[in-house]
């Protein structure tokens, strides 16, 4: 856990040593008087996983709820002490935080304890750093941690003369810090380039795509995104019951049935209190979303918490200026619920909410219907409408609007009748060459 790296070209990257992966975390919330002590229980078992997910072991916890957060230590001065004798009772190696601490708030509770503090942005980050696997994911990862790091380089900073040699590099009277410093910035505006020329890339892709209907998975973390990407795509994409089990953002084709098709893409999850500067730093893997014909909102609904991981991600969404983008809710994992908890939840959101949605499960037989017939409408309803003047005799030419496109309503004529459907391009370029099929758009 904790590895903390910088990319120097034809340089070492590793700052930190980490050769003893498994260290023993003691976790610590901090919240408001006024949060439901429920919320509080649910934030710290999410922290536990965390921790999981990052390789630490966790062995011991510590709440204090407070009315506003101590300036100098984010805790009160008597918790600081009972937290350092939980630190030696339990043998920690360090502590983490469930709020995010200022870098003076850190530094001190260092001195005090005289421990490593991490706080919850940087282990999420940490996460996302052995995460990676992708390039652009890297660098974004990269970034990240370097834009939140630069602030608190006095307390954390392990020098980097031990990778980059030192001598010669510090201008007259310039400190070591100050050059670290440096290096940081011209690091940041080095991987900002990087990046532009990677989103320049993703966006002549995009364009290759366009005409085709394209579809972005969005959710908290571990909702299930990945696993309804693989059952829809048959695919080989990594299924992971862990917290950000994937962060490179997958597209693949999916057969929708009836002769349709689309291009889905699994973004990387969201959860609570994201890091601002991870947020900006994907926000060009994002774009694959801010550029989709419809976002599939996925929920895990087995979730004692859904309703709040719903506007954990609903918040995120809006910071990226995608909330009045095409939305599709998609509560997944029904098959974790019991039949009339399932109907109690469709009841209401049936009554309360304005959002469409569709209830599926991506590990049962035929569970993944709901959400295809939505798509499938809402590919249908991008078509232009027309009437089609057809002989009385044109059966397979009917078949074929019903079969590629929506039939609206069929008008008998005598001895012709007239269609109004919803037409695909292609069919529409197939009919306006048949003679004896006159095409009226409408």
């Known amino acids: 856990m904790h590895r903390w790296t910088i990319e120097v070209e034809a340089i070492p990257t590793q700052l930190l040593d980490n050769r003893n992966p498994v260290e023993r975390a003691i976790l610590v919330g901090a919240p408001l008087k006024e949060v439901d002590p429920r919320v509080v229980q649910e934030h710290m078992d999410e922290l536990v996983r965390l921790t999981d997910t990052a390789g630490g072991k966790v062995v011991g916890t510590l709440i204090q709820r407070l009315d506003a957060p101590n300036p100098h230590s984010f805790i009160g001065s008597g918790k600081v002490q009972e937290l350092k004798a939980l630190v030696a009772e339990k043998e920690a190696d360090l502590v983490i935080f469930d709020e995010d601490l200022k870098p003076d708030q850190a530094k001190n509770l260092e001195q005090a304890l005289d421990l490593r503090i991490m706080d919850r942005s940087e282990l999420i980050l940490d996460i996302f750093a052995s995460r990676a696997r992708s390039r652009e994911a890297k660098l974004q990862v990269e970034l990240a941690q370097l834009e939140y790091l630069l602030p608190r380089l006095q307390r954390m900073w392990t020098h980097l003369s031990r990778i980059r040699g030192g001598i010669g590099l510090r201008g007259p009277g310039e400190t070591q810090l100050e050059t670290d410093r440096r290096l940081i910035g011209r690091r940041i505006a080095d991987l900002k380039k990087k990046l532009k020329k990677v989103a320049a890339a993703r966006e002549t892709q995009r364009k290759r795509r366009q005409g085709e209907f394209r579809i972005a998975l969005v959710g908290y973390t571990n909702a299930g995104k990945s696993s309804i990407l693989r059952a829809l795509s048959g695919a080989d994409v990594l299924v992971e019951d862990r917290l950000f089990a994937t962060l490179d953002s997958a597209t693949r084709q999916i057969d929708l049935g009836m002769g349709y098709e689309a291009l889905l893409t699994d973004t990387v999850g969201f959860i609570r ?54 939305q599709l809710l998609v509560f997944n994992k029904v098959d974790r619920i019991p039949h009339a908890e399932e109907e109690a939840l469709r009841d209401r959101v049936r009554a309360f909410d304005s959002q469409p949605a569709v209830f599926v499960s991506a590990v049962e037989e035929g569970g993944l219907q709901p959400l295809l017939d939505a798509i499938v409408a809402r590919v249908r309803a991008r078509f232009p409408r027309v009437k089609v003047e057809l002989p009385a005799g044109e059966g397979e030419w009917l078949a074929a609007l019903h079969r590629e496109g ?37």
């Open 273 to 326: 209190k994201l890091p601002h500067h991870l947020v900006a730093s994907f926000r060009s893997t994002l774009e694959e979303a801010r550029e989709a014909d419809l976002l599939l909102h996925v929920i895990d609904l087995s979730h004692p918490d859904w309703e709040e991981q719903r506007a954990v991600v609903d918040r995120v969404l809006n910071e990226l200026e995608l909330d009045e983008a095409p």
């Open 406 to 442: 929506e039939v609206l309503d069929v008008t008998p004529n005598g001895a012709t009748m007239t269609v109004r459907a919803r037409v695909p391009a292609e069919l529409l370029g197939r009919l306006r060459d048949v003679a004896g099929i006159e095409l009226v758009e409408s």
